[in-house]
T-cell receptor, first 114, second 110 residues
Framework: AQSVTQLDSHVSVSEGTPVLLRCNYSSSYSPSLFWYVQHPNKGLQLLLKYTSAATLVKGINGFEAEFKKSETSFHLTKPSAHMSDAAEYFCVVSAYNQGGKLIFGQGTELSVKP | NAGVTQTPKFQVLKTGQSMTLQCAQDMNHNSMYWYRQDPGMGLRLIYYSASEGTTDKGEVPNGYNVSRLNKREFSLRLESAAPSQTSVYFC?????????FGPGTRLLVL
């Protein structure tokens, strides 16, 4: 069975400093992995996805994530945080051979201080 | 192209009342999903529909029913609402693996 664990429930950074949101996954198969972002009182928006092509995946708004099979990790990074990045971020794995079902992590709330 | 739309945006119910949450997508996707979001628990799948005419239970289906009315529309029904169903409900659709989400319905059951 697949699962994801987001290692931090809350991360706080200062504007202009790097962002690191950590995610570990568990999968018996080569997984498809996603990061979604949810701004307050909004729906979820896809940031980026990994589907077994390049291990470094670039997404929208300057975010990127690196798939590391040896560490079973898919951490999300951004070199310089902006106030508009404050949101909740979800690491997600696609359930293998189950009609496109997704399995969500519990979420990491990112705060950005001026 | 509106993507995924949901109605209503917000609803208050009394325990025992029924209601239907509506979802529609205009991206010609085969698969549609209903999730609930509760604090600290991420999103949990209630029901999904892999194609028109089929529906399957997800992780937390108890107390809910669904109807895949046609390719565009997928509704979620609460027959007898309970306070434990207070949550934010999201509908999503997908063509392959990437899911696209609606703006959500906030439901409060008193």
């Amino acid at each position: 069975a697949q699962s994801v664990t987001q290692l931090d429930s809350h991360v706080s950074v200062s504007e202009g400093t790097p962002v690191l949101l950590r995610c570990n996954y568990s999968s018996s198969y080569s997984p498809s992995l996603f990061w979604y972002v949810q701004h307050p009182n909004k729906g979820l928006q896809l940031l980026l996805k990994y589907t077994s092509a390049a291990t470094l995946v670039k997404g929208i708004n300057g975010f990127e994530a690196e798939f590391k099979k040896s560490e079973t990790s898919f951490h999300l990074t951004k070199p310089s945080a902006h106030m508009s990045d404050a949101a909740e971020y979800f690491c997600v794995v696609s359930a293998y051979n189950q009609g496109g079902k997704l399995i969500f992590g519990q979420g990491t709330e990112l705060s950005v201080k001026p | 192209n509106a993507g995924v739309t949901q109605t209503p945006k917000f609803q208050v119910l009394k325990t025992g009342q029924s209601m239907t949450l509506q979802c529609a997508q205009d991206m010609n996707h085969n698969s549609m999903y209903w999730y609930r979001q509760d604090p600290g628990m991420g999103l949990r799948l209630i029901y999904y529909s892999a194609s028109e005419g089929t529906t399957d239970k997800g992780e937390v289906p108890n107390g809910y029913n669904v109807s895949r009315l046609n390719k565009r529309e997928f509704s979620l029904r609460l027959e007898s609402a309970a306070p434990s169903q207070t949550s934010v409900y999201f509908c999503a659709s997908s063509a392959v693996e990437t899911q696209y989400f609606g703006p959500g319905t906030r439901l409060l059951v008193l």
